[in-house]
């Protein structure tokens, strides 16, 4: 196939099939014929791996992929994609495209029926609008995958890898943590797109953790205490969680110094560490 970067093939083949951007669905396509080499050689597409691709735009990036994978399944919701996907895919034998809606594919059954003993990878160009449901959806439903390799808007890119204490830090981001190891691995500015977004992006890779948190009481309970303290971002620790879980503030304050905190400290300073002791003391005391 041509090359899918260039400006006038792509004109030429979404003309030709009549096809015209959704702004309902966050379509950018790629265009900087640097970005999607790049995100398959960091996103793990390699022999011995399949790779699940979320979004395929006319597929570059599919391309990339299949071309250093043994197998690739792409899940495409738009199935106005479909018969350009037919002629700009046509020379690989080892992409498969799933017409669907990511949120609602049993990805546990895919990888089982499509990538037998495989390790597997998900890289994706995200939506901006739907980029943490869908990242907390893969990272919550524990797949048996090595990575999740993304395109995310580049705000939302240093939020979901910021360290632990520091000032970037929210709720998806101590969630994120909780599930993987994030990393940012580069810059992709808005002119790589057509048509072009307000802002720039970036690429990030969570290295999914494999070893359960023995160390956490009730999962359920800490992710509480995770949005109840991010909830007003604000206030301190000990209000946050008083004021949003409805606990009594002395109760508050016993956990926060049995983490050996000061009762002023803020969600942002708190390390994962931190968050765990206090949300175990509290899942104890309430």
């Known amino acids: 196939m041509e090359n899918l970067t260039n400006i006038s093939v ?96 049993d990805l546990h059954k895919l990888i089982a029926e499509e990538f037998g003993g495989m390790e597997v990878a998900v890289c994706a160009n995200l939506p901006y609008y739907i980029t943490s449901p869908i990242i ?13 390799t993304v395109m995310v808007q580049k705000e939302a890119g240093v939020r979901l890898t910021a360290k ?9 981001t101590a969630a994120v943590r909780y599930f993987s190891e994030p990393k940012l691995l580069f810059n992709v500015s808005r002119g790589s797109f057509m048509p072009a977004p307000n802002v720039d992006s970036c690429v990030i890779r969570l290295d999914v953790l494999n070893e359960s948190r023995d160390d956490v009481k009730d999962e359920k309970f800490f992710f509480k205490v995770v949005r109840g303290a991010f909830s007003q971002r604000r206030k301190t620790l000990a209000n946050s969680l008083s004021s949003s879980m409805g606990i009594e503030k002395s109760v508050v304050y016993d956990a926060i110094k049995s983490a050996g905190l000061a009762e002023t400290v803020r969600p942002e300073q708190l390390s994962m560490e931190d968050f765990i002791s206090v949300a175990n003391t509290l899942y104890d005391m309430v």
Do not use: W, Y
């Open 164 to 172: 632990m204490g520091t000032r970037d830090v929210g709720a998806v």
């Open 10 to 105: 792509v004109k030429d083949i979404l003309s030709r099939h009549g096809f015209t951007f959704s702004k309902a669905l966050g379509q950018n396509f790629i265009i900087n014929p640097s970005v999607c080499p790049r995100i398959a050689e960091e996103g793990n597409a390699k022999s011995g791996f399949g790779v699940i691709e979320i979004g395929t735009g006319i597929g570059v990036l599919t391309a990339e992929l299949a071309r250093r994978a043994d197998k690739v399944v792409a899940i495409e919701i738009d199935d106005r994609l479909l018969p350009i996907l037919e002629e700009t895919l046509a020379e690989f034998n080892n992409v498969k495209i799933v017409n669907a809606d990511v949120m609602e594919v």
């Open 136 to 148: 907390m959806m893969l990272l919550e439903s524990r797949l048996p995958i090595s990575s999740i």
